[in-house]
Every structure is written in structure tokens, then in C-alpha cells.
């Protein structure tokens, strides 16, 4: 509801108005964490829509969406209110770190919703939820292929067992428009799982990677994101029209058994039959040391294309 004013943390705005802040929380060792917010209170009745980006800090047409979206929502069309993080890691933002948060090495969408006790990461997650995500009756995360990582455009949902809450994420994610479509329980501590758990139906979105602000992907999910609001009352006007959507119901992950040089055989978007070779594995002196066989025939939604691999990195992932 949004006949009233709409308050993040110290960050306040009165109906058909914007206000932006930071979130700052002490997660120890003398460091203050801090995340950008902008809250865009409509004037009329509606629902509490959330919306993240960076929550990995190189994933940059996500980053970029949110900012836009922050700048151009009109509060006097909204309905109800948009509260908008567009950097959520801001260290790893400022580091190009990829995949996890330079202050402690922890991945943040492994740790939601995080702990007010733990380690820094997990004080940043708690903050974020108990401050944005608890608010909102829907929940959307913008990603993208981390800075080493190219990727198809997908759209992940969590099966967290509770019918409503599924069955409204399965209809955002239809919504954003984006024709493949995951309903998934195999990451635990993402944000989209966490927020489910919390009874708030939400969606992970990727679009775009390798360090690349690139417009397409951004329009991606620009319009995304103003489908989800339109369909589900927070903008007058009918979503643009999108693609009959595609569903997979595994998401699989693969990841590195050693440290190597890593040769894929196979390219982001390309459909692989299972048992077939998928990657090859050499040491620092170009030896083979190793090869890797799809567990499962479908398409590659995302693939790692750095040639440098650590041990439980991962390298791909296939939707079946």
C-alpha cells in the first residue's frame, strides 16, 4: 500500500514521491558496508515490488537496468511502491570481484537470508532482507554471466514446496518474458529461494556476462522488469507480448574436481545429448588430465570461458 509513506531503513519517501539513501550497516573489523536505495512511492494503492542488482558485483546490464529503472519510474503511474537496490555488493562492485564479496571471499547468493551474527556477507544478506525484501509482496534479482562466464537468457523460480508462492514465481517469471524458464530447488541461500521461504513469490533473471555492458541485454531486463510491474498491478498497461515460454525443471551444475586448464567442447546456448564430451582438462605443461561427460542431454545456459580453474569452480551449467 502506498497511501501512506514508504520507509527503507532512514530512506523515506511520502506518496507519489522518490527518495534514495544508502543502507549502511558495521559488519566488524572497522568496515561500514553501505548499499544504494531508491524507493519510488506511488500516489494509488498497489503492491511492494523489490528489485536488486549486483549481488554480483560484475554482472553489469543488471546493474545498469536498475539504475535506469530507479531514474525513470514516474511515481505519479505507480501503484503501490518499487523499492530498488541497484548494487547490493558495492565491494565487489568497486573490486570486480567475481562471484563473491572481496571482504571475506563468501559468495552472497549462497548465505540468504543471511545472519545480523555471521560473517560479513551474512550481515549484508540479513540487512537486505529484514530491510528490503520483507517489505515487498514481490521480489525480482537481476544477474547476468559473472565476468568469466557467457550465458543464454534464463529465468529461475525455487519449488519451495508452498503451492501459492510457486505458482505466483512460475507467473513472474512468465511475465518477464524471457522464453526459457527454470523452476528449481538445487541452489540453497539464493536470494529468490530465500525470498520464498519468506512466502514472497520471486525470480532470479540472467541476461547478459563476461563483463559486458551490452544494450540488448539491458533492454532485457528493463523491459523485464516493467512486464512483471504492469502484470501484476504496479503500472498501468498491458506487458509487451513475449515468446511461448520454454521450462526445465534441473538446473546442472558442474563444477572443477582439481585445479586445471580448462578446454570446453561445447558452446553457451548448444543442446548436448548426455554422455557426451563436454570438456576437456590439462595441467600447467598441457598434459591431459582429465575429461568431462554431460550428465544430462539439454541446453548449456551458462559456461565459464576462462581457461583458469580452481578446484569446486564452476564450469557450466545444463538445463534438463
Not at 595441467?283 to 588430465?289: A, Q, R, V
Request: aromatic content about 8%; proline content about 8%.
Amino acid at each position: 500500500m502506498s497511501t501512506k509513506p514508504m520507509s527503507v531503513g532512514e530512506i523515506t519517501a511520502a506518496p507519489g514521491q522518490r527518495a534514495s539513501g544508502f543502507l549502511t550497516t558495521d559488519v566488524g573489523r572497522g568496515i561500514t558496508v553501505r548499499m544504494p536505495v531508491v524507493v519510488i512511492n506511488g500516489k494509488a494503492d498497489g503492491p511492494v515490488f523489490a528489485v536488486t542488482a549486483g549481488v554480483h558485483g560484475a554482472e553489469y546490464p543488471g546493474i545498469e537496468a536498475a539504475i535506469r529503472l530507479s531514474r525513470t519510474l514516474n511515481p505519479a503511474e505507480v501503484r503501490g511502491a518499487v523499492i530498488v537496490v541497484p548494487v547490493v555488493s558495492v565491494p565487489a562492485y568497486q573490486r570486480r570481484a567475481i562471484y563473491v564479496n572481496p571482504l571475506d571471499g563468501i559468495n552472497f547468493n549462497r548465505v540468504c537470508p543471511g545472519n545480523p551474527v555471521g560473517t560479513i556477507t551474512e550481515i549484508m544478506a540479513d540487512l537486505l532482507f529484514k530491510k528490503v525484501i520483507a517489505q515487498a509482496d514481490y521480489y525480482i534479482d537481476l544477474h547476468g554471466g559473472d565476468m568469466i562466464e557467457a550465458l543464454v537468457p534464463f529465468t529461475l523460480y525455487y519449488k519451495s514446496g508452498n503451492e501459492t508462492v510457486d505458482t505466483g514465481s512460475k507467473a513472474l517469471a512468465e511475465a518477464y518474458g524471457i522464453p526459457i524458464i527454470l523452476g528449481t530447488s538445487v541452489l540453497r541461500g539464493g536470494t529468490y529461494g530465500a525470498a520464498a521461504a519468506m512466502g514472497k513469490p520471486a525470480i532470479l533473471t540472467e541476461a547478459g556476462g563476461q563483463g559486458i555492458l551490452d544494450e540488448s541485454s539491458t533492454q532485457t531486463h528493463l523491459r523485464g522488469v516493467l512486464n512483471v510491474l504492469k502484470k501484476f498491478g504496479g503500472l498501468p498497461g498491458a506487458p509487451e507480448p513475449g515468446p511461448t515460454p520454454v521450462y526445465y525443471n534441473k538446473f546442472v551444475w558442474l563444477a572443477a574436481d582439481q585445479d586445471c586448464v580448462y578446454y570446453p567442447k561445447v558452446t553457451v546456448g548448444q543442446q548436448v545429448k548426455e554422455g557426451q564430451l563436454i570438456a576437456e582438462f590439462t595441467d600447467l605443461f598441457g598434459e591431459k588430465i582429465g575429461e568431462l561427460k554431460s550428465p544430462a542431454s539439454g541446453p548449456v545456459l551458462f559456461l565459464v570461458t576462462s581457461p583458469a580453474i580452481n578446484k569446486n569452480d564452476p564450469l557450466m551449467a545444463i538445463g534438463a
